[in-house]
Nanobody
Framework: QVMLVESGGGLVQAGGSLRLSCAAS????????MGWFRQAPGKERQFVAT????????YYADSVKGRFTISRDNAKNTVYLQMNSLKPEDTAIYYC????????????????WGQGTQVTVSS
């Protein structure tokens, strides 16, 4: 069992930056690949980024590649999403999730989810 709690969302102007954090409980955090997803109103949940258990491998959606960076600190049971050059279309609720297999982009494959944190980018 892994419990996930996101934080760090907020309101930012276009071109600005935010860093999201996802704190995990449980001793098995380092056994899971971690992902970030987002969901805008009226839209399906969308893959953003994922990172493997060691943190050495990452994969990004094309829409965020070069602007967002996913990282993790297994000693702190935390995964991060650094978001730079934010755009209004990045506005969404951002969720972190845990998966036993790295590299999957479908939300249905992830076993555990946080409650989400709102990110709003104004133009």
């Amino acid at each position: 069992q892994v419990m996930l709690v996101e934080s760090g969302g907020g309101l930012v102007q276009a071109g600005g930056s935010l860093r999201l954090s996802c704190a995990a409980s449980g001793r098995t955090f380092s056994s899971y690949a971690m992902g970030w997803f987002r969901q805008a109103p009226g839209k399906e949940r969308q893959f953003v980024a994922t990172i493997n258990t060691s943190g050495r491998r990452t994969y990004y959606a094309d829409s965020v590649k070069g602007r967002f960076t996913i990282s993790r600190d297994n000693a702190k049971n935390t995964v991060y999403l650094q978001m730079n050059s934010l755009k209004p279309e990045d506005t969404a609720i951002y969720y972190c999730a845990a998966d036993l297999i790295f590299g999957r982009v479908a939300a249905r494959n992830y076993d555990y989810w946080g409650q989400g944190t709102q990110v709003t980018v104004s133009s």
